[in-house]
């Protein structure tokens, strides 16, 4: 199943990135949730990790929210 990223800011939500294996997924989501831009930019609020379903619905599978 491909995993997605997403950010979420007071304007909604935005992909970052799709990705075919849950590694590969994880990944890049712990780098995002350390990279500085993200950190300081003030607008982005979090970072979610979803699994696409098969049918198209996407499950939750991490959240980091900025504080």
């Known amino acids: ?3 997605r ?3 979420h800011d007071a304007w909604g939500s935005t992909p970052v990135g799709d990705f075919p294996s849950l590694d590969a997924a994880r990944q890049a ?3 995002l949730c ?4 993200y950190r300081q930019d003030g607008t982005v609020k ?3 990790l979803l699994e696409i379903q098969a049918d198209g619905q996407a499950q939750r599978l991490d959240w980091f929210a900025f504080a």
């Open 34 to 37: 350390q990279d500085p831009w």
């Open 46 to 48: 979090g970072l979610e």
């Open 29 to 31: 989501f712990s780098s």
């Open 5 to 7: 990223i997403k950010t």
């Open 1 to 3: 199943m491909p995993y």
